[in-house]
């Protein structure tokens, strides 16, 4: 640096890092012994249920019991919304061990996870949110400090008598394992008398007992110290946009949207023939043509609203009714959009059928449409804090509702009952229902299929066997009833 050239001053800490460093200060806040107690017994639990079976009961046991170790704290605070939003993620491991389908199970548990990364990070706003994971997992090392100091604190003075004691049940609990696995493999009728017990299970129980633990004690250490999110910044603060820059393009987009609902009414009035007539396609062609491009602008209107409402003139009352009509009329009539999407989608499906992907698309076509509905009453009056975390519980609400829809049998049901409908739309059915992609669904499927008239039943049925179960831990619904109907039908079998 040249002699008399002016020092550059640091950075001002901003309001991020203040709410970084608060948050590692939280790594001071200790555990009492009551939730260490519970840690360690989720943990336990967790190498036990977890390993060598399959995902079923023993998984959502373990779940549930990682979050209930945040439960108490959150009671203590009345977290009601925190609260909801947890029992939500909760259902949606309920549902790992009543359905069978590893998609729906895949869903469910991706839901879960964000659903209870929000709940736990007490996250409010779209940002907040979307980082919820990353600080629920720094969070979990942030505990790992705290876990330490609150073991140390709880043995005291008593440390010494507590390592001694520690100490002494390895060394005796390895002395006894390596002569017991002596006699054993010395003498057959020793052995005979000892517990089956596979020691190649041991290493990856330990791992993941170890591993579930710490992500009871993350959830525990969370509630206890949340995570101190930075406040909002200050919509004072914010670029003052001119009304006509604002209200031109989002008039524009109003008027795009309400023309296209409106034709919507006239195709829904006038049927096939005015599809015919105006287009040249079919009512199906037209119902398929569609449909992905209503969702992609569902998306993409819910992320103009978003910037919008951000942006808004709200300087006068007239500024604020305008922005409030002009945002209301895109939203109304993109739910419009929506039911368009969704009848599409009806028509689809009565044409050609249903499928995974047909069904959950429609379900999160309809998720969004509930979206817009209370983005519509967070702009009534321009009070919307509650919003982001409602959108999350909306999106586990949609996901809980695909698991208890329970999709696979609900595909076998609807075509099924297509191919063998007398009426003249199902006859041409008849000739294009994929059995092949019916006898490839999970065991969800087979009770429903069982319900199917025969030769369609047999058809579906042909070559499916039993799932094979292994005991409490890998319960699973699904795979039960499945089991139930074949076996049976196995027993009918000449």
Do not use: K
């Amino acid at each position: 640096m040249r002699h008399g050239a002016p020092a550059s001053l640091p950075r001002a800490p901003g309001r991020w890092d203040f709410a970084i460093s608060a948050f590692w200060r939280g790594s001071t806040v200790p555990l009492d012994r009551w939730r260490l107690g519970a840690v360690a017994a989720v943990g336990l639990l967790g190498g036990v249920a977890v390993v060598g079976h399959q995902i079923g009961l023993g998984m959502t046991v373990v779940g549930l019991g990682v979050l209930a170790t945040a439960v108490p704290a959150m009671l203590q605070r009345r977290a009601v919304g925190d609260l909801l939003t947890l029992v939500l993620a909760g259902a949606l491991l309920l549902m790992v061990s009543v359905r069978a389908a590893e998609w729906v199970v895949a869903l469910c548990l991706l839901a879960a996870v964000g659903a209870a990364t929000a709940a736990l990070t007490a996250a409010r706003r779209p940002s907040t949110v979307l980082l919820a994971p990353l600080v629920a997992a720094l969070g979990t090392l942030r505990a790992l400090p705290s876990v330490r100091r609150s073991l140390g604190a709880l043995a005291g003075s008593r440390r010494e008598s507590v390592l001694v004691a520690v100490r002494t049940l390895v060394v005796t609990a390895l002395l006894v394992g390596v002569f017991v696995a002596l006699f054993a493999s010395a003498d057959a009728v020793f052995a005979a008398f000892l517990p089956r017990v596979d020691i190649g299970l041991l290493p990856g129980q330990v791992v993941v007992g170890l591993i579930v633990a710490v992500l009871a004690a993350g959830a525990a250490h969370l509630s206890v110290a949340p995570a101190p999110w930075p406040a909002a910044p200050d919509g004072t603060a914010r670029r003052q946009v001119r009304p006509g820059e604002w209200f031109l393009p989002i008039i524009a987009l109003d008027t795009v949207v309400v023309a296209f609902v409106l034709v919507q009414i006239g195709a829904l009035i006038g049927g096939h023939a005015f599809v015919q007539r105006t287009a040249g396609l079919t009512y199906a062609d037209y119902a398929r043509e569609g449909f992905g491009q209503l969702v992609a602008v569902t998306v993409l209107t819910l992320g103009v609203v978003a910037l919008a409402a951000r942006w808004a003139p709200r300087v006068t009352g007239a500024h604020r009714r305008g922005s409030s009509l002009a945002l209301g009329v895109l939203c109304l009539s993109t739910l419009g959009v929506v039911g368009s999407a969704v009848q599409r989608m009806a028509l689809y499906v009565d044409a050609f059928g249903l499928t995974r992907l047909r069904i959950t698309v429609l379900v999160a076509e309809i998720a969004l449409g509930v979206v817009f509905l209370l983005v519509i009453a967070a702009g009534v009056r321009w009070r919307g804090a509650w919003l982001p975390r409602a959108v999350v519980q909306v999106v586990a609400v949609a996901v809980l509702a695909l698991a208890v829809m329970n999709p696979d049998a609900l595909i076998v049901q609807r075509n099924g009952h297509l191919s063998v409908s007398g009426d003249g739309l199902s006859d041409g059915i008849a000739n294009r229902v994929d059995v092949g992609y019916l006898r490839g669904l999970s065991a969800d499927a087979v009770p429903a299929a069982d319900g199917l008239a025969e030769p369609v039943r047999t058809a579906v049925l042909d070559g499916r066997t039993a799932p094979t179960s292994d005991g409490l831990a890998g319960w699973n619904l699904g795979r039960a009833r499945a089991v139930e109907v074949l076996d049976e039908l196995g027993a009918d079998s000449p």
